[in-house]
Each structure stands twice: as structure tokens, then as C-alpha cells.
């Protein structure tokens, strides 16, 4: 199993923080363009239980995928489990605190890919962190951190 971690700040309270991800609608505001990601179906707000369906393209492949939301405990953390889709596994806990003067906003991404750990460094990976780059650029500028 693979693993990925991030940590960002941002200037805003914690609740503020966690309405913003409670909105399925806003992952498409914070997924880079050339993925051409567009959500087929989705709740107004997450909870648990919740299915998600988007579609986007993985360099240029279509792809389909379909997460639960399986832990819902606002507004400090919630998952995302991938049902269907490119991964074999993909877990996704989001987690949410309250420091000094704003949040600070942990993912926590478990996942294991079709071919394994070569496929992973070599194609997945690096992937992985430049939309998770855009991620981090994008909330900060929602939030002016």
C-alpha cells in the first residue's frame, strides 16, 4: 500500500474550513483543469454514506469513479473510499484542526495501483503530487493564505 501526506494552513476558522469540503460541488474548484473533471452525481452536502460519480481523464484515458463517503464527523474529519475507478484501493481521510489564527487541513491517501510499486513511482505518483499541488495552490488562494 502506498501512501500520501499533506499539511496546509489556511487563515479561516475551522468550521468555515469544513463547510467548504462538505460541498461536493468545490472539489471540481481544487482538481486541475487538464484532468477535465466534472461530477455526474453528487449530494448537495456530503455526509455519511454519500456516493460521489465524476468522470475526468488520466492522460487522456476516461475514467469513471464512483467514492463513499464512509466516515462523516463534522468538522474534524471525514473518508472518501474509492468504490470504483483507476485504483485498487483508494482511501482518502481528510482531517481538519484548529490553530493558532486558522486550520490546518491533513490528508491522509492510501492507495495501491494496477502493476504496483513501478508503476507507482514511476507514473502515479509524480502524478499524484502535481494535483495535489494544485490543490494546495487553489485553497490557498480560496482562503488568502
Known amino acids: 500500500m502506498s501512501v500520501l501526506e499533506r499539511t496546509q494552513w489556511v487563515p479561516v476558522e475551522l468550521h468555515r474550513a469544513f463547510e467548504f469540503f462538505a460541498d461536493p460541488q468545490n472539489l471540481a474548484a481544487i482538481t486541475p483543469p487538464w484532468l477535465h473533471f466534472r461530477i455526474v452525481e453528487a449530494p448537495e452536502r456530503a455526509q455519511r454514506g454519500a456516493l460521489i460519480r465524476y468522470r475526468l481523464r488520466i492522460k487522456g484515458v476516461p475514467v469513471r469513479w464512483l467514492t463513499e463517503i464512509t466516515e462523516w464527523h463534522p468538522p474534524h ?21 484548529a490553530v493558532a489564527g486558522g486550520t490546518e487541513l491533513y490528508d ?28 494546495r495552490a487553489r485553497i490557498a488562494d480560496r482562503f488568502g493564505a
Open 77 to 97: 474529519t471525514f473518508t472518501d473510499v474509492q468504490l470504483s475507478g483507476p485504483y485498487w484501493v483508494w482511501e482518502h481521510t481528510h482531517r481538519l484542526n
Open 108 to 135: 491522509h491517501v492510501s492507495y495501491r495501483v494496477p502493476g504496483g510499486a513501478a508503476v507507482d513511482r514511476s507514473i502515479v505518483r509524480p502524478l499524484l503530487h502535481e494535483i495535489f499541488d494544485y490543490r
